[in-house]
């Protein structure tokens, strides 16, 4: 700790950090642009200055940039300084020379983290007379809008953009008072966190164009804490209404989870929510008298009651809701409702993980990895999040080394990168197909699943010869084997990931042996292996039966009700597998969000509530537990499926669910009755939680037109509705000062009112939130005991002729089920189309774009090819949950048509 | 004593290899390679040799700062030859008129800090220079004084010409390494220094063209030589001094460091023109403070220069005479640095413009009451250490000099709402 | 698409240096000094062989004020318009010059021939004012001069 003189009065503060960071972490009201707590200093804008003192005698001092400067022990400032104030105010002044005065029609207006630093350091009078520069705007694709007359050239969005995220398409251009950040040319910016520059921008150049959709300010919106479905990463957002529509998504900060940033899919992909396609009237076929709650319950309980019912369960359904069905149905008849391949894979990934000697790392522990190594994971597409992250961490430790060598701070982030150029930390992707991450890699290798397991299990062998060695190991195998159990070997935080991405239980079980060896030999290893959905770790920690299972009981007449939560079996299985399930169900009763093909199946269809409208818990692929809420109440019979289901079963008088009213008893209940989930009642205060006597508003104190918002349909307002699952209430009524951190709506305190308020919940800036980053990890290793290795022995790939290994390639835009009802996700989906080997496709007589024919498990399928010069030969992969591309439960081996020659 | 320039031709074309070497040249690189790194060094600060880019630190010192350590570690030597300082034209003269001897300094440094590569960063404007360097970097190699194992000694280097294509930053040394590697010339931030991490994160020393070309003069005469030819022990060597505008004979000289400026104008450069006064000066390029009629005894050394509430600069003096309008002047100046702003940090980027539209406006008999406290403001908080680099605050050193010196003249623009000179802008 | 000679040349430069995109600026002036100006597509290609996004190549071309990145005539004009120049009697010089091109900064005559362009200092301020015409230094040039200057051109 050092002592910090700030107008005289002493400080204690960390060694280490710069004086900005240190006066915002002591709460005073210092302003700032070109920082960036996640991105460090550059010194471009010059707002953040003070007046430092060499001594107590020094009178006159000197301005200094306060984020240049590394708090020194003794030091003495002065933010109050005349000369220091008048300075910050002339930055701003300088800044309007050419802002236009459009913040009424500006969508950053309520947000802007300009108006507030205009505020702050109290510029007001316009001294300068003449023209404004006026530029030309770009259209950037589907998520961003672009006004660069609003650009305050604080440079921010190319450092998030290029130095932080990687992204290529998007640069500074010209010089002087002419730098116009944009593209070469009009066009889609390709990266996949470029929402984040909505965030990132200080005033209203990038804005989200969804919310332009349906505008509506900051503060006029009601919020909630809630969690990104779009993939098992947990990232945690703020989700926003108005008029029953959901209108924003943004990053919630979670310190251990997803930092500042989210990716596009979790930002754009939440327009399903307000889609045409929602589910959103109580369904019964034949009978469409039936529109209320209670007659839909009566005779779903009669057609449950008359048959024996099996369950269907949801890895994008929360746990409660997933707990409800299995006690409903009862636990024997409750299966998953996932492809038996990713069952496979996600309880092998779980039994890893609670067995196994090694933790699953949090985001901050991935950024600090000194050595990782990726068997099979195309990560961006399975994991956007984890990208980000280890695009920090293979720069981490060469700027530690030379922020050490050269005594210049970590955070001084241009002169470290400057110095670092094109040095990383090691960084090894193995994969099937060139993926992402391969920019960030020391070395790549593109090998089909059997070989990526065969060169994880030779690494772990070179570690440790307790994993048995693998034979007929190419020489260029055994070469980079060795290279990289060695590198792994002189690392401190080695992180290794893997999982269900190449489909292949031997390829995760290969990564949990070279993780358990890095143990074993004393180091701090940390593995993580993905899971495909939301709450995938969830589902599969509560148990239950493969789908297979489900289809033979209905086939077999041990079955004929089922009842489906939050799933379309369509996705899951083979088609024909599911038309005959279906037929062969007396009745068919599915509770969802969105119409798909199993809807059109079902015989009652109950409007379960999205995210938006419902509140429950996730369990992540770390293992964490956490806590999503809704935003708002709609209109109709929509509810929480957990609900519904409680509801159901007191309908039918199964009185297994009569106590459990609210989500907490639902919470209670779990941790009570699962111990795996021992401590979800903890992640989140219970609803009867007050801070002084009150509920936590997720409106903000400056919502307007409450009264006239429905003054079309009725002149008096409407009962706002009371929410008795939550500590927070549906109104600007409440408290609005920083809550607990779990059941933060949304970010804002006095002078701050755009998303740079993030600081002020922060225990010191960029550190966790006031009382710990939200969410528990439910996952942790046994102690350190000694493994028993997995140590398979996989033949080497065979390439077979006349048939293709297939296997499945996901895709951020166009994989997931709901995003892709976001128009902007749509337009960003790949082509259907099977990828293979040139050198397969020349051999077959194809080119790009002709039809592949092919068996699969005796179906007759036809496919347009791509082909790739990269790909291993004999393998191929089909883009998975795309329209157009029908299910298949891969990886297998396809058989190819001969292919006639004209 | 002109070591520098005594044997450039009078046609300005370059002296040949084997001119330069019969007239002693690459004999200092011989004994050079013969001393050892260090002694190099050491001579050269001791010569009180300081950099004639502008700043004036002391050269030997500067190359004192590259971590010698590592000796497998890759160095970097450059040769700022990107003169673009308006009012200066002393580099293109050495340039064109003796490649070998910048070539000779440069190999020197070199060796003295070891690098493994040198680099001549010459602004685009200068083709006569590209040519000549570039034939005197064939000759070197082919007589073996560049390349590996120059001269039997084991020390190797490779000398590139890197030709710019614009922009007054790309002179500013940390812009200069941007540029180099191919980027926008943005300056860096310091620390790190480029003597620690400069050109690809690598140690790398930048100097002038004239500072280099003193060098072999030292190695060959002695650093106690090279003092003396400066009138002021602070500071060692000859300087070229260079006077343009309304003066009888423009042009560029070497002569003692420290000769007055009276000297230079009115013996060197012929005095005033008839009909014109001289009314003040900018010493040493476009970004020094005006020096007026009371200083025209000041030597112009950089104690002296400063002391005068100005800076020698790059030694090249822009006479302001009575018959044009300082406020034009300026104007010229400010227009200069608000194109050649590179857009980095907030007061020079936006500053400059302002204080460009505010000069115009002056000139042309629409300036306003308060339009000189708003310069006074922005020649206040463009000043150092305020912005990201020195350009800001060189470009308002003639601003506030002038505010001060010709205060009359602006106040005159305003009432008489025209300029007193009956100038206009467009 | 890059002649073959024009890869040569670029390649010549990637052989200096130890990232592809030190050698971009030398790339775009191999375009240019071939072209006389670097379109979007010179640019995409350019860019495309040094393997960096057009984006990043473009960031770099547009800051420098001589990589012209619009179409430009035969022979370039750079009238030196700083302070010594100025003082000599530039702006004379410089309405006569326009005068007689009939076109002003940044545009180039009709039949292609100029292109006129302002430019900070030539670094011949003791023979001000000055004038560049592609690689030939005009100094202590008077508007007198110009004819003859321009004749040589055309
Ligand atoms: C905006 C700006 C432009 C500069 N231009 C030049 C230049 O053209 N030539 C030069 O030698 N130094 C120039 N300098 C100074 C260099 O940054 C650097 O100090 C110098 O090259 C060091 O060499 P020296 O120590 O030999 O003087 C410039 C500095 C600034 C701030
Ligand atoms: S003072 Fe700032 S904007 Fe001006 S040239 Fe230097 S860094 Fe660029
Ligand atoms: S925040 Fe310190 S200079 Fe921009």
Request: proline share 6%; net charge negative; aromatic share 8%.
């Amino acid at each position: 700790m050092a002592t910090l003189f700030i107008d005289n009065a002493p400080y204690q503060v960390k060694e280490g950090k710069n004086l900005l960071e240190a006066c915002l972490s002591l709460g005073f009201d210092l302003p700032y642009f070109c920082w960036h707590p996640a991105m460090g200093s550059v010194g471009a804008c010059r707002q953040c200055a003070v007046k430092s003192f060499r001594d107590e005698e020094d009178t006159r001092g000197k301005l200094v940039m306060s984020c240049m400067e590394p708090v020194r022990d003794q030091a003495r400032i002065s933010i109050q300084d005349a000369e220091a104030v008048g300075f910050r105010a002339g930055i701003i002044e300088w800044l309007m020379t050419n802002h236009p005065h459009d913040c009424a029609v500006c969508d950053e207006g309520g947000s802007c983290h300009l108006q507030d630093m205009t505020v702050m350091t109290g510029h007001n009078y316009r001294r300068f007379r003449f023209n404004k520069r006026t530029y030309r705007n770009q259209d950037l694709g589907p998520f961003l809008n672009h006004e660069m007359n609003r650009c305050i050239h604080c440079y921010r969005c190319i450092r998030f953009y290029k130095d932080y995220a990687g992204g290529k398409d998007l640069d500074a251009m010209g010089a002087h008072n002419h730098v116009y950040f944009g593209r070469s040319e009009d066009g889609v910016l390709e990266n996949e966190f470029s929402g984040n520059l909505a965030e990132v921008c200080p005033t209203g150049v990038f804005t989200d164009k969804s919310l332009k959709q349906h505008y509506t300010r900051k503060w006029d919106m009601t919020h909630a804490p809630s969690l990104c479905q779009g993939c098992a990463m947990g990232c945690n957002i703020i989700a926003s209404e108005r008029y029953g529509e959901l209108r924003q998504i943004s990053s919630r900060f979670n310190g251990e989870v997803n930092g500042y940033f989210i990716c596009d899919r979790g930002r754009f992909g939440y327009e399903f929510v307000n889609s045409e396609d929602r589910i959103r009237e109580i369904g019964v076929k034949g009978k469409p008298e039936i529109k209320d709650r209670d007659s839909l319950l009566r005779t779903a309980a009669a057609r449950i009651r008359e048959g024996s019912v099996l369950g269907i369960g949801s890895p994008r359904a929360s746990l409660e809701s997933n707990f409800a069905l299995r006690k409903l149905v009862g636990e024997d008849n409750f299966y998953h409702g996932v492809a038996d391949t990713e069952f496979d894979l996600v309880n092998l990934t779980l039994r890893i993980l609670k067995e196994g000697t090694v933790r699953t790392p949090t985001l901050p522990e991935i950024e600090s990895a000194d050595a990782i190594l990726i068997l099979g994971e195309d990560l961006i597409n399975t994991a956007p999040r984890m990208v980000l992250a280890l695009r920090q961490a293979v720069r981490r430790g060469p700027g530690e080394a030379l922020s050490a060598r050269m005594n210049v701070p970590l955070w001084q982030d241009a002169a470290i990168r400057q110095a670092i150029q094109q040095d990383k930390a090691p960084l090894f992707s193995i994969t099937p197909y060139p993926v992402r991450q391969d920019e960030l890699a020391t070395k790549s290798l593109y090998e089909s699943p059997d070989d990526i397991s065969r060169i994880g299990f030779a690494i772990a062998h070179a570690i440790d010869p307790d994993v048995t060695e693998i034979k007929r190991l190419s020489d260029e195998e055994r070469m980079w084997t060795a290279h990289m159990a060695a590198v792994l070997l002189r690392a401190e935080r080695p992180l290794i990931i893997s999982g269900y991405g190449a489909g292949s239980e031997a390829v995760i079980k290969s990564a949990a042996d070279v993780a358990w060896a890095l143990k074993k030999s004393g180091k701090d290893v940390r593995l993580s292996l993905t899971v495909p959905e939301c709450n995938s770790m969830g589902l599969a920690m509560m148990g239950g039966h493969r789908l297979e299972s489900a289809l033979d009981a209905v086939a077999h007449g041990h079955a004929d009700t089922v009842i489906i939560l939050e799933n379309d079996l369509y996705r899951r299985a083979e088609k024909t597998l599911v038309d005959e399930f279906l037929q062969k169900s007396r009745h068919v009763i599915l509770l969802d969000q969105v119409y798909h093909q199993t809807a059109e199946e079902a015989d009652v269809i109950i409007p379960a509530g999205t995210f938006a409208e419902a509140d429950g818990t996730l369990i992540s692929g770390e293992g964490r537990a956490q806590r999503f809420y809704q935003v708002f109440v709609p209109d109709g019979p929509v509810q929480e499926s957990w609900r519904w289901l409680q509801q159901l079963a007191e309908a039918c008088g199964n009185r297994t669910l009569s106590h459990l009213r609210i989500l907490d008893d639902f919470v209670l209940e779990i941790a009570k009755t699962c111990p795996q989930f021992e401590g979800i009642e903890h992640i989140a205060p219970p609803s009867d939680f007050r801070i002084g006597a009150q509920k936590i508003a997720r409106q903000p104190h400056r919502y307007s037109g409450r009264t006239a918002k429905e003054a079309h349909i009725q002149v008096s307002e409407r009962k706002p509705p009371s929410d008795e699952d939550s500590p927070l209430s549906f109104t600007m009524e409440g408290y609005h000062g920083i809550p607990p951190s779990a059941v933060v709506p949304f970010f804002w305190a006095p002078g701050w009112n755009s998303i740079q308020s993030i600081n002020k919940y922060q225990i010191e800036v960029g550190g966790p939130l006031h009382d710990g980053d939200p969410g528990r990890r439910l996952i942790e290793p046994g102690d350190a005991h000694t493994p028993v290795f997995f140590a398979e022995q996989a033949a080497p790939f065979p390439i077979r002729p006349d048939c293709l290994y297939l296997i499945p390639q996901y895709a951020i835009f166009g994989t997931e089920e709901f995003s892709v009802h976001s128009p902007g996700i749509a337009s960003r989906s790949p082509a259907a189309a099977i990828t293979v080997a040139r050198a397969d496709a020349d051999s077959w007589g194809l080119r790009d774009g002709d039809l592949l024919e092919f068996q699969f498990n005796g179906q007759e399928y036809k496919l347009a090819i791509q082909t790739n010069q990269q790909y291993p030969r004999g393998m191929g992969t089909l883009p998975i949950g795309l329209k157009g591309v029908p299910f298949m439960d891969l990886p297998g081996w396809i058989r190819l048509k001969p292919v006639e020659r004209s | 004593m002109k070591p520098l320039t005594g044997h450039i031709k009078a046609d300005g074309t370059p002296l040949t290899l084997a001119e330069y070497e019969q007239l002693g040249g690459y004999q200092a690189l011989r004994k050079a390679l013969r001393m050892s790194p260090q002694e190099v060094t050491t001579e050269v600060k001791n010569s009180n040799l300081k950099g004639r880019g502008g700043a004036g630190f002391n050269t030997g010192m500067k190359w004192s700062f590259v971590p010698m350590d590592d000796p497998s570690a890759e160095k970097y030597l450059i040769c700022n030859a990107d003169e673009m300082e308006p009012g200066t034209f002393k580099d293109r003269w050495l340039l064109e008129g003796n490649p070998h001897q910048l070539l000779e300094g440069m190999l020197i440094a070199a060796y003295a800090i070891q690098a493994s590569e040198g680099y001549v960063f010459l602004r685009y404007a200068y083709k006569t220079a590209a040519k000549g360097i570039r034939v005197a970097l064939a000759e070197a190699e082919r007589a073996g004084y560049l390349g590996s194992n120059i001269l039997g000694s084991g020390f190797s280097l490779r000398m590139h010409l890197h030709t710019g294509v614009g922009r007054y930053m790309c002179g500013e040394e940390t812009a200069l390494l941007n540029s180099l590697e191919g980027k926008r010339a943005t300056p860096r931030a310091k620390p790190p220094f480029p003597q620690v991490s400069g050109l690809f994160g690598k140690p790398t020393i930048v100097n002038n063209v004239e500072t280099f070309s003193c060098v072999p003069h030292i190695i060959s005469n002695g650093a106690a030589w090279f003092q003396s030819l400066s009138k002021n022990p602070q500071d060692g060597g000859t300087k070229i001094y260079g006077v343009s505008g309304k003066v009888n004979r423009p042009g560029a000289w070497e002569l003692p460091m420290g000769i007055t400026l009276r000297e230079l104008i009115e013996e060197h450069a012929g005095g005033m023109r008839s009909g014109y006064r001289f009314r003040g000066a900018l010493p040493g390029g476009a970004s020094t403070d005006f020096l007026v009629e009371e200083h025209l005894d000041v030597p112009m050394d950089y104690g002296s220069v400063a002391a005068a509430g100005s800076r020698l600069g790059t030694g090249t003096v822009v006479v302001l005479d009575d018959r044009t309008c300082p406020v034009g002047f300026v104007h010229n100046l400010e227009h200069f640095f608000a194109q050649e702003s590179c857009g980095w940090c907030t007061p020079c980027r936006e500053g400059l413009p302002w204080t460009e539209k505010i000069l115009r406006a002056l000139e042309n008999g629409e300036g306003r009451e308060n339009d000189l406290d708003l310069l006074a403001m922005h020649a206040q908080a463009l000043g150092p250490g305020k912005t990201f680099c020195a350009l800001a605050p060189g470009a308002m050193e003639p601003l506030q000099s002038a505010l001060n010196y010709f205060r009359k003249d602006f106040e005159q623009h305003i009432h008489e709402k025209k300029c007193p000179y009956g100038h206009t802008l467009h | 698409m890059l002649s073959e000679v024009e890869i040569e040349e670029i390649n010549q430069e990637l052989a200096g240096v130890p990232v592809k995109e030190a050698a971009g600026i030398e790339a775009l002036k191999i375009i240019q000094r071939h072209r006389g100006w670097v379109s979007d597509e010179s640019l995409r290609d350019v860019a495309a062989y040094l393997q960096m996004a057009p984006e990043e190549l473009d960031s770099v071309a547009t800051f420098y004020n001589l990589i012209f990145r619009q179409p430009v005539g035969r022979h370039i004009i750079l009238l030196c318009d700083s302070i010594s120049c100025w003082v000599m009697g530039y702006e004379q010089l410089s309405s006569q010059l326009r005068q007689k091109l009939g076109i002003g900064f940044g545009q180039t005559t009709a039949d292609g021939c100029f292109t006129l362009l302002p430019n900070p200092c030539l670094g011949t301020c003791d023979h001000a004012p000055a004038l560049m015409i592609d690689n030939d230094l005009y100094r202590d040039v008077s508007p007198e001069m110009l004819d003859e200057i321009l004749g040589k051109y055309k």
